[in-house]
């Protein structure tokens, strides 16, 4: 008895594994540039904008 579950829990993990590698392939197949952006080298000139904060916005913090 204990073999028929612990082979139906096994069977669960493979099928959660396969929804999510197909998932994630999906995501790669919508967004193909994302994984180009993310091994793009950014110039060592390069300096970020400064962005003001929302925290100091008074509509915000009540």
């Given amino acids: 008895m204990a ?3 612990a082979e139906k829990a096994q069977e669960r993990e493979k099928t959660k594994r396969a929804a999510q590698e197909e ?3 999906g995501i790669v197949d919508s ?3 994302a994984q ?3 091994e793009t ?3 060592k000139c390069f300096k970020a ?3 003001p904060s929302m925290e100091k916005l008074t509509h915000w913090n009540t």
Avoid: R
């Fill in 23 to 25: 998932e994630d392939e």
């Fill in 41 to 43: 080298q950014v110039l």
């Fill in 36 to 38: 180009d952006l993310w």
């Fill in 49 to 51: 904008p400064h962005l």
């Fill in 31 to 33: 967004q193909p540039l």
């Fill in 3 to 5: 073999a028929i579950e």
